[in-house]
Every structure is written in C-alpha cells, then in structure tokens.
C-alpha cells in the first residue's frame, strides 16, 4: 500500500526525537536561561534555514526575499497578540499570505533566468524593509511592536511569548519540520523538482512543467519561512525590521552553502551557524560580517556541497568501502544470436502523420514540408547529414522547438498533435531520449526513472526496478548517472523513456558513442519494443546499426526530404548518396609536391575522449607542408576533434603531437563562428589583436587582408557580420584565420549550409592559398568535395581512420566510399601513407 | 512646472548615477559572467581612501583619482583570488562569492574608518538658474560627467581594437580562445573599467548623500533595476535603465510618497520584466536540444 519505506520512516522520526530529548535537557535546568533562549533562537533558524536550503537544493531557486516571508511571519504573530486573534487564525494567515506570495514569485521567476530571480527576489526584500519602516500602524515603524501572547481557538490553551514554554515550541516545530523535509525527500515531489531544476528540456520531455514545479516549491517553502517568523515573534517577544535586512538574506545563503543546500542536518548546522556566528566572531575579535564573508567565500571554494557532505564523505571513506558490484553484461550477450526486425502487421493503424511540417526559426528554415507517416510497430529511420533538419524533426515531435514557429499538420491516433504542450505529449504516450543522454545527475538511477510518476506507488517502484533490470540497470539502480560510463547513461535515458510503455518512441542518435556489445543490446531492446507493437522514430549517424533495426528510412537534406525507402536499397538513391558524398567536381589544379615535404605537424597514435565517449583512437597522421590534406567522415566521426588536436588548442589524451618550429596554425571553426554583433573590420582586428599584433603592422595586415577579401565584402568593413551571407561569413571567416598569417590553416566544415556556388567560391580560394604556399587541413562531410580538392584524403570512421590514399586513384575513391559509410576498407590494397 | 522641472533634472543626475553603475555592472558581467555585487562596496572603499587623502591636503580631484585606483587594486586583488578560482560559467556560485566580499569590504571599512555619516566634498557648489527654477550646479555636474564618461566608453568599445575584442569575448568566450584571444587579460581590463566607473559614479553621488558605509546600497540596487530593465547585456540598457529608474525614483519620492519610492521603482521593474522578459534592450535566446 504505501510506498514509504520503513527507513524513510526512521529517518524522519530522528527530528522528533531529536527534539523531543532536547527538550528533556532544556527542562532540566542545565542549561543557563539565555544559553536556552539561544536553543530556541537556534530552532527557529533551523526552520529558516531549512525552507531556503531546500528550494535551492532541491529546486535551484536561491531566493533572496525569504527575509520579507520570516518578516511577515513574525509581524502576524505581533500584530495578532494586540488585537486578539488565536495562533490557528495567526499561523494559518501567515503561512497562507507567504504560499500565495511565494507561488506568485516562483511562476514569475520560472519564466526568467536564475539572475532574474535573484532580482525578483531582492526586489521583494527591499518593497519589505519599506514597507515595515512606514506602515507604522501595523508595524509601529522603527520602534517596533511587541508580542505577549495568544490563546487557541481551539482551547488548546494559551501560549506566552518569551519563555520557556516558546522555546519548547520552537524545538518542537523544528523537529517536526525535519521530519517533513525527510518524509518529502524519498517522495516524487522532490524528485521532480531536482529534475526539472538539472534538465528543464529533459523534464518537459517526461511531463514536468517546471514552471508549476517551482511555483508550488517556492510557495511551499515561502510557507516555512513564515512559520519560522511567527516562531520568532513567540521567542523574542518583540518584533523590529532589524533582523530582516539583506544582510539577513547573505547570510541565510551562507548558512546554506555551509550546512549544505539540500540536505536536513544542513539546515540545522545552519540554524546554529546563525545562531552563535555573532558569540563566535565576538570571542574571535572580529567583525561579525567579516567572520560571515570569510565563512561564506571558503565553503563556496572549498566544501561546494556542504560542511555535512564533506564529512559524511569523509566518514564513508573512513568507515565503510563501497561494495564492490560487477556488470553482468557478458551475460545479457550470451542469450540469442542477431535478432530479426519482426514486421508491424499489416492491418497495424496509422499512428503519426506529418504533413508539409516546417519549422522556421528566425529567418531560417530549419525543416520544410516534412511529411511522413508512423504505424504501429514500425521502425521508421531518419537519415542525412548534418544541418538535414533530423533533430528538428524529433523536436517537432516532441514539442521543444523553442521560439521556432512550427506550420503545417501533425496528427497523432487521429488527433491534431502540433497544439498540445510538451508535457502534454508524455501522456499522450511519446517518450524520447536525447543525443547526449541528457539524465537528471542528482537523482540515482532508480529515481530518474520513478519521477516520471506524480505520486509515487509501491507498484510503480515495481514497475520501475523491473524496466531496470531489463534494460540491464538493475546492478547499478541506486547510483547517480555520473558515476556510470557512456554506455549505461543512455541506457538509463532509454529506460527513463520506456518509464510509461510509450507507443511512440523517438530515439535521438541512440548508437552514437557506444561500443560494438552496447550497439547490438541496444538493438535488441529496440527489437522488443517492436515485438510490442511500439512505433519507433529513430535519427542516427551510424548507419548501419540503423538499417539494421529499420522498416523504412526517409533521407532528409536541406531540411526537406529527398528519397525514401527500405534500409537495404536507400543508399543506391544518388540524391541521398550524393547528399552525404556531395558532388565531386572537376578537379582543381593542385600545386604539385615531390613527396620531400617536411610534416607541418604530425599526429601519432592520438586518441581522446570526452568524459566516457570516445571520439578519436590511435591516429597516425602527417600534415606535409604545402599539402592539402582532406579529411572526410559522416557527422560524430570525430573530424572536428582532429581539426583541434592538429590546432594546438586541445590536448589530446592519450598519443602526442609534435609541430614543425614556430608554426602558426590557425583553425576556422565549423559554423564560422564569426563575432556577428562586430562589424567585418572588427573581427579581422580582433584576430590580429589575439596574435599580439598592434598599431601600424596591424593596419598593414588589415589592409592586405582586405584586398583578398571579394570587393563586395571589402566595400562592407563597417557592417555587422551578422548581415552577410552564410558564404561571405565563410570567406570572412577564412580571412580572419589569416590575419595571423598562419602556415597552417585547419578549415572545418566550410562548406555547411551553403549553395553549391558559394562552395565552389570558398574551395577555390582555399586552393588559391593552397598555391601560395599554405598547408591546409579540410575537415569535410563529403567525399566528393574533398576528393576534388586535396592531395590526400582520409576517411574517418566513428574516431578511426578508415581509409587513406590520394584522390587521383580511382581505386581508392571507391574503397574510400566504402569506409565512408561501414568503416571497412575492403579493398586488399595495403595503405603505404603517413 | 518649475517643480517639475527640478525634479526631472534631480531624476536625470541620480539616473545618470545609476547608469554609470549599471554600465560597470554589464561591463563586467558581460565579459566575465560574474554579476558583481560588491561593486558598491568596492567604489566605496575607494570613496573612505579618497576622504582621507582629501582631509590630509590632497586636492579633491586627485583624490577622486587616488579612489579610482583605490577600488580598482583592491577589486583585482579580490578577483584573483576568490572569483578566478572559479569554473566559468558558475554564475550563482560567482553572485554569492561578490556578497561575501561586499560584506567583508563594508565591514573592513567600519572598522577602520566607523559607522558615524561623514560629509564627502562636493567639487562644485551653488546653483544654477535655468528659467527660473535654481537647479544644483551639483545635478548638472553630475550630468555632465557622466555624459562624457559615457561617450568615453562608447568610443572605447566602439571605435577601438580592445573594445572590439572586449565585445567579442562576450559574445562568444569559446570562439575568442580558438583566436588565442586571453581572456583573463580581457576580464582583468573589465573588471578595471567597470570599478572605475562605479567610482565615478560614488564620487558624484557622495556629496549628495552622505558618506556611510553602505552609501551606495540604494544606488546599487537601483542599477540592479535599471540594468534588468535595459536587458542585462546591453550598455544602451544600462543607461536608458538607469536613467528611467532614476527619473521614476525621484518622480515618485516628490508625487507618490517618499517613503515608497523603491516599491514604486521595483514594481515598475518588475511589471516591465513580466510583460517583456528579455528587458528593453535584451535579445530573446533559445535552448536548442
């Protein structure tokens, strides 16, 4: 029935028993009066502190007005206890005004920035101090008002202020309030708020709306901290704007940052923190801020979770070592040889249906009459090269297209699917992954799977640690995804997407960055998925895992689609296999080499990887000066990590590169990467300023480089360049790598998302500085285009290279096409390069 | 009418205070990511060192100077150690780490200097006639100053080779490393400019208000307002932001109520931020998947 375990119910009862024995001390009479008072000062902190640590642990809202809501508490109780009223009416008023104030700042904040919220918040401080130091009626202004006492309404007696039983109380409460904070924190309300804190998008995706999350966070919170200031009217005695100050607001900040946003015993390290920091700083001679500004920064530098989580961490490591626990992926692959795609039937419904979808951002088209049609169980793939509108799609899908503008007709079981929200589309049944996994790091496995549930059943639990052991996650359930490898982090992105048995799945590049066994689990889940009558859309670079478990596949370019048809035979479409190769123009004039050429800058056995994903192994690679060197390879086939690596700018980690003397090497990034806001002159001048040049050789340069520049570019020099065309943009960009006057330059991608004169314009001015002496590097998607334009070409596979050879052979063209889409240099042909 | 003036210009030099502020404020973040709360702080350690080079015989407007560079060693200094050690990007983290500084430095100063008001010279005197209404020469000063310190900025970051690459790192720090452009070289000039300019700015408003410690907390969260409403990114912003706050403020102080005027200006703020989130003068961004 409940899906409270007996241990969260231990844990919470702590608080109570906490402060239950407390106050067994405390009505001893060890304890001096006024170190009591402290005690009671201290517990009403505690409650403060607890309702500003959680809803920056929890939700990553650091609120700044939790002074204006402890104030209002406080003055409630003050202004009650003059005028009658019983401490059900004041507390329930207080805590009333703070929730509807508070879900009123967290919906207003959801929709900004965190630094928006910051202002939002700080705003609210300060209309507070205003409005307590002149509505002196109600708050009697600077003097103040004092608080006696008030009586129950419900005969439950009468509570004075100032003593000791207001000091019992306040223990009391806060114990209760931990135990509250430890019933919540196993629940799905927590979960929900830390994921849609970590991963708005990924929430959307899985039906969170942040927005309401952290409005009802902050209301929840506000609420606290206004029970904590009735409390302090009722241990005080007497209530003034002194204690509500921004002052107050840094330091409930550091009070968190010290005990440990987030956590319980935090908050009440917190509370005593706040409590003792004036005796503290008093008996260490220093000035109470100073003390707190000091404290504040180191534990911002050096505890960044927390003085409770420094030491838990240091006790485990002392006390306990982790149970070591093995992976048993050996054997999930035993079971079975290569699995068969099962056919959706025949009678199978139509389940999606696009027609003439386009999504414009700006002025950009970044899909175009899309149209496609989804049925039960099927598999549909989609393929094409970067920048073909692929991710678009799925976003189209899913609902997280931004500020895009989405026309065109979408129908999903029958009904229009393009007007209901994305966190409307989870219970419609889509679940989606992301390319990069985008899991929620502060939830463990287990909890990134249950927070697709409101509330929280023992049946889901079930539910959820069976979906875990299928997908081979069982082992690992109670860690966070950071301590995973790549290969069980978009695992758990799968499983987190499987969470409500979807019958539309969308896989975002699913075998990217995974390994051979990895690649065949995954399509064996995808296989039951299918088995189970799922539909499957489905975008990916590696192709042949793709066709592997497709039905159809639909080839995008351009953003629009341009060939459709079965796994096997779409790539004997030419539209569809010319969009990957591009077109192999006629070949440039290069300038001739005699096989003596010094290496500009040699690779050997280069790896790197990123975090858990490898990008690139073991590349063994010269640059010969005055060569132009072209290397190819589908999307995520690590080519823009070698254009890096061979720049200088990133360190591989494993291999070494060695440079040719003094060797400039300029890189021009994929995309352009212009400065848009800087006009033409200013982002050549910015390039020569970052290589150290200034004043008269600057503006000789300056002038040089202009006169290679197309005189419609030179004529512009003061425009923004966000206002040139994608291929001045590439001419500029090539014209600002120069500035530095480099010996190598390293071109990524020059050719993405411009027409086919444009590309023509940008290779032959390359080939025009590849006469002139310079050593260029091609970074380049299409074989065809760079077999046109290199000495030497390269194929890279999924971080391998594949192939190698010089474009003039025939022979080689065709087994690097080969490469190009299987990674297998079938040819017998030994490779005598490098 | 004549009311109405005096109260305009009065709105116009506090504005023109704020903006100066809220320029440094965007210099800075937009260069560094760090929104800088210790900026009052800072430029009123300086103001502390000036008065009393000024009250040991210094002129006032090398004292003035002295508080420029006063604030800019001691902001550096704090940068170093605290903010750099810091991964780029942690924008919450670098806020709080400025709180922490901003209270050292405000407690450092009473203890050396105390809490007791002081009077901060004022570098011109008297007033103005202008159509009848005797206008502080003070406000016009004010006004003027910051005019030009404006226009000085303007022309820095648009007319020469280190404002460009100032705009360029802030528009894209990754970009900016790949030309080899250093950006802590970058975020070190900003932090110099963006504390110089909020000297300048506590420098005209002293006199005004009274030296205390925490003279220019008002003024800093106006420029919070102002710089919030003009988009956070945009020096135009800044100073359109500051001076709307500024002409609010004053406005409201005279017809509303005194006592009001910061709920006045923030409720205005926020108002404005509701409807239009991205400020005045900010871009509206995305998130791509």
């Known amino acids: ?834 | 009418m004549d009311q109405f003036l005096l109260v305009l210009v009065s709105g116009l030099a506090s504005g023109a205070v704020y903006g100066l502020m809220g320029l440094g404020l965007v210099i800075i973040y937009r260069a560094t990511d760090v929104v800088n709360f210790a900026l009052a702080s800072l430029a009123t350690v300086g103001l502390y060192a000036a008065l009393a080079l000024y009250d040991s015989g210094l002129p006032l407007l090398l004292a003035a100077v002295a508080a420029i560079v006063v604030t800019t060693a001691v902001g550096l200094a704090a940068r170093e150690t605290v903010i750099r050690p810091l991964a780029h990007g942690e924008l919450l983290t670098a806020l709080v780490m400025t709180m922490g500084l901003s209270l050292i430095a405000e407690s450092v100063i009473s203890t050396i200097w105390d809490d007791q008001p002081r009077l901060f010279p004022s570098l011109v005197e008297g007033s103005v006639a202008i159509g009848g209404s005797a206008i502080p020469a003070q406000s016009l000063l004010t006004l003027a100053v910051a005019a030009v310190a404006m226009a000085l900025v303007a022309y820095l970051f648009g007319r020469t080779t280190i404002g460009s690459a100032m705009r360029a790192v802030a528009e894209s720090a990754e970009t900016a490393q790949i030309l080899g452009l250093g950006s802590q070289r970058i975020a070190r000039i900003a932090w110099a400019l963006g504390l110089g300019l909020a000297v300048l700015a506590a420098v005209l408003y002293a006199p005004r208000a009274g030296l205390v410690p925490t003279v220019l907390s008002a003024p800093l969260f106006r420029a919070f307002a102002g710089i919030f409403l003009g988009g956070l990114t945009s020096m135009y912003g800044a100073v359109v932001g500051g001076l709307t706050v500024g002409v609010l403020d004053n406005l409201a102080a005279s017809y509303v109520s005194a006592g009001y005027r910061d709920t006045f200006v923030f409720s205005f703020t926020i108002l404005v931020l509701l409807i239009r989130p991205q400020g005045l003068f900010g871009v509206r961004t995305f998130q791509r998947v």
């Open chain 1, 1 to 834: 029935m409940s899906a409270i375990s007996r241990s969260t119910l231990a844990r919470a009862a702590l608080g109570p028993l906490a402060a239950a024995a407390l106050i067994a001390v405390l009505s001893s009479g060890v304890i001096p009066p006024y170190q009591a008072y402290s005690v009671g000062l201290a517990a009403v902190y505690t409650v403060l502190v607890l309702s500003v640590g959680l809803l920056a642990g929890w939700a990553g809202i650091w609120s700044i007005a939790h002074p204006a809501f402890f104030a209002l508490g406080a003055y409630f109780a003050a202004y009650g206890s003059g005028h009658g009223w019983s401490v059900e009416a004041v507390v329930l008023g207080a805590v009333g005004c703070s929730a509807a104030l508070g879900a009123f700042l967290g919906s207003a904040g959801a929709r900004f920035s965190m630094l928006y919220v910051a202002l939002l918040t700080l705003a609210f401080t300060m209309v507070s101090l205003e409005v307590m130091g002149q509505w002196t009626d109600v708050t009697g202004g600077d003097q103040g008002i004092p608080m006696t006492k008030l009586h129950s309404a419900l005969g439950l007696g009468t509570l004075a202020s100032a003593g000791t039983q207001a000091q019992y109380l306040a223990v009391g409460v806060a114990g209760i309030a931990l135990a509250v904070g430890a019933l919540a924190r196993p629940g799905a309300l927590r979960m929900r708020l830390v994921a849609a804190k970590s991963h708005p998008m990924a929430a959307r995706s899985i039906g969170i709306a942040p927005e309401a999350q952290s409005a009802l966070a902050f209301a929840v919170s506000a609420a606290f901290a206004a029970l904590a200031g009735v409390l302090l009217a009722v241990v005080v005695g007497f209530v003034s704007p002194d204690p509500f100050s921004l002052t107050l607001a840094i330091s409930l900040i550091a009070a968190c940052v010290l005990g440990g946003a987030g956590t319980l015993i935090g908050a009440v390290v917190g509370g005593a923190y706040l409590t003792w920091a004036p005796t503290a700083a008093e008996s260490a001679g220093v000035p109470q801020p100073i003390l707190q500004g000091i404290v504040l920064i180191v534990a911002l530098l050096f505890l960044p979770g927390g003085v409770v989580l420094a030491v838990g961490r240091l006790a485990r490591r002392l006390l306990l070592r982790r149970p070591a626990r093995q992976a048993p992926t050996a054997v999930e692959l035993a079971e079975g040889p290569a699995q068969t795609v099962p056919a959706p039937s025949a009678t199978a419904p139509e389940l999606l249906r696009l027609d003439d979808v386009s999504v414009t951002f700006g002025g950009l088209k970044a899909l175009e009459g899309a149209s496609l049609s989804v049925r039960a169980g099927e598999t549909v793939a989609i393929i094409g090269p970067n920048g073909a509108g692929k991710t678009t799609l799925l976003n189209v899908l899913s609902g997280l297209v931004g500020s895009g503008r989405v026309a065109g007709g979408a129908r999903y079981h029958g009904k229009p699917l393009l007007k209901s929200r994305a966190t409307a589309r989870r219970r419609l049944g889509i679940g989606r992954t992301f390319q990069h996994a985008e899991t929620f790091p502060e939830l463990t496995v287990l909890e990134n799977v249950l927070c697709t549930r409101r509330r929280i059943t023992a049946q889901h639990r079930a539910a959820a640690t069976e979906l875990l052991d299928r997908v081979g996650l069982a082992h690992v359930a109670d860690r966070y995804p950071n301590e995973l490898p790549f290969g069980l982090h978009k695992r758990l992105d799968l499983a987190r997407a499987l969470a409500e048995e979807p019958e539309l799945l969308i896989l975002d590049e699913p075998f990217g960055g995974l390994d051979a066994t990895e690649r065949t689990l995954l399509a064996r889940q995808i296989v039951r998925r299918q088995e189970r009558g799922t539909a499957v859309v489905i975008i990916d670079h590696v192709l042949d895992d793709l066709f592997a478990v497709a039905h159809r596949v639909v080839a995008f370019d351009f953003g629009r689609p341009i060939g459709e048809g079965e796994p096997g035979k779409i790539l004997d479409d030419p539209r569809v296999r010319s969009s990957y190769l591009g077109e192999g123009g006629a070949r440039d004039e290069l300038p001739a080499r005699d096989g003596t050429e010094r290496a500009a800058v040699r690779l050997e056995g280069v790896g790197h990887s990123y975090g858990g994903v490898t990008a690139l192994h073991g590349v063994d690679l010269a640059v010969p000066q005055g060569s132009v060197i072209g290397v190819v390879g589908a999307n995520g086939a690590g080519k823009s990590t070698l254009g890096r690596i061979l720049h200088g700018t990133l360190p591989p980690t494993l291999g070494g590169r060695t440079a040719a003397e003094d060797l400039r090497s300029a890189l021009v990034p994929e995309g352009r990467a212009l400065f848009k806001t800087l006009s033409l002159r200013e982002n050549l001048e910015v390039a020569a300023y970052a290589a150290g040049i200034k004043g008269a050789e600057l503006r000789t340069r300056l002038a040089e480089t202009a006169e290679w520049l197309p005189p419609r570019l030179r004529d512009r020099m003061g425009v923004a360049a966000a206002g040139l065309s994608g291929g001045e943009q590439q001419i500029l960009a090539v014209a600002r790598a120069l500035m530095a006057r480099p010996d190598l330059l390293i071109v990524d991608e020059p050719a993405l998302g411009l027409s086919p004169a444009m590309v023509d314009e940008v290779y032959a001015r390359l080939g025009r500085l590849a006469h002139e002496g310079l050593t260029v590097v091609l970074l380049e998607q299409s074989l065809g285009r760079a077999a046109s334009a290199c000495h030497e070409v390269i194929v890279l596979h999924e971080g391998n290279i594949a192939a190698r050879g010089e474009p003039a052979d025939p022979v080689f063209l065709a087994r690097a096409e080969q490469a190009y889409f299987d990674g297998q240099d079938d040819a017998s042909v030994p490779v005598g390069q490098g």
